[in-house]
């Protein structure tokens, strides 16, 4: 199966193009590293562990509605609480994190190219549900800012996935219409429903072979690994 009538491809970013996970293991390397006598006696493990538990709670508390400032914090103070060190140090861990998170490059293999490739014959964009301040750096790090035609962030818009309206915000910039966009992401309602919704063609990026969410709305196309998408979108 293959796209005739697409002009422009959208990506999220977050384990679409950029390997969060793989990130934050190493910045958590770096954490404990400048601050060996808080975690002295804490195995690696359990560190890691704690972090992705706290992860895992703020990201479900943003995507019930949760404002985005803050969760930084709240995400150092449940980390610490995890494992029974003093929360005075949820800034010191916050900013760590924030100056070292960003300057990772940690490319979803095959993304760089697949970005490349695609934008010599179509516009490219992003759709992503973060903070202005450090997706814009990821996407320096992977060097494809300058490949992109537009950035849509919820951070800036206000709006966040799965709302069909920050879709329907990228495809006004780009000026095209949306049903000539398709959009490419890991999460199944974020990502696939929410491109559905706004009248994109949808292709999950489903790496781990995750089972759908929901069967509302069914994908367009599955990939397990991004440079299929040249095969599907068939660049000149």
Same mark, same amino acid.
């Given at each position: 199966?293959?796209?005739?009538?697409? =002009?422009?491809?959208?990506?999220?970013?977050?384990?679409?193009?950029?390997?969060? =996970?793989?990130?934050?293991?190493?910045?958590?390397?770096?954490?404990?590293? =400048?601050?060996?006598?808080?975690?002295?006696?804490?195995?690696?493990?359990?560190?890691?562990?704690?972090?992705?538990?706290?992860?895992?709670?703020?990201?479900?508390?943003?995507?019930?509605?949760?404002?985005?400032?803050?969760?930084?914090?709240?995400? +150092?103070?449940?980390?610490?609480?995890?494992?029974?060190?003093?929360?005075?140090?949820?800034?010191?861990?916050?900013?760590?994190?924030?100056?070292?998170?960003?300057?990772?490059?940690?490319?979803?293999?095959?993304?760089?190219?697949?970005?490349?490739?695609? $934008?010599?014959?179509?516009?490219?964009?992003?759709?992503?549900?973060?903070?202005?301040?450090?997706?814009?750096?990821?996407?320096?790090?992977?060097?494809?800012?300058?490949?992109?035609?537009?950035?849509?962030? $919820?951070?800036?818009?206000?709006?966040?996935?799965?709302?069909?309206?920050?879709?329907?915000?990228?495809?006004?910039?780009?000026?095209?219409?949306?049903?000539?966009?398709?959009?490419?992401?890991?999460?199944?309602?974020?990502?696939?429903?929410?491109?559905?919704?706004?009248?994109?063609?949808?292709?999950?990026?489903?790496?781990?072979?995750?089972?759908?969410?929901?069967?509302?709305?069914?994908?367009?196309?599955?990939?397990? =690994?991004?440079?299929?998408?040249? +095969?599907?979108?068939?660049?000149?």
């Amino acid at each position: 199966m293959t796209i005739d009538n697409i =002009k422009a491809v959208l990506f999220d970013v977050d384990y679409t193009l950029f390997d969060r =996970k793989g990130v934050q293991d190493k910045v958590l390397e770096i954490i404990v590293r =400048k601050l060996p006598n808080l975690f002295n006696a804490i195995k690696m493990d359990s560190i890691t562990a704690a972090f992705y538990e706290s992860d895992e709670i703020v990201t479900a508390e943003f995507d019930a509605g949760a404002p985005l400032e803050g969760l930084r914090e709240r995400r +150092s103070a449940l980390f610490l609480r995890a494992l029974g060190l003093p929360e005075e140090y949820t800034d010191t861990i916050t900013r760590i994190y924030m100056e070292e998170y960003p300057k990772l490059k940690a490319e979803v293999p095959d993304a760089v190219a697949t970005v490349r490739t695609l $934008s010599k014959s179509y516009k490219v964009g992003i759709v992503s549900n973060s903070f202005a301040d450090v997706q814009y750096r990821k996407l320096g790090t992977l060097e494809i800012l300058a490949d992109m035609s537009c950035v849509i962030l $919820s951070d800036e818009t206000g709006l966040r996935k799965p709302d069909p309206e920050i879709f329907i915000r990228a495809a006004l910039r780009l000026e095209v219409e949306p049903s000539e966009c398709l959009y490419v992401g890991d999460s199944y309602v974020n990502d696939i429903i929410g491109a559905k919704s706004a009248g994109m063609l949808a292709c999950w990026f489903n790496r781990d072979d995750k089972k759908p969410e929901t069967v509302a709305e069914q994908p367009d196309f599955i990939i397990r =690994k991004l440079e299929e998408l040249i +095969s599907i979108c068939r660049p000149d």
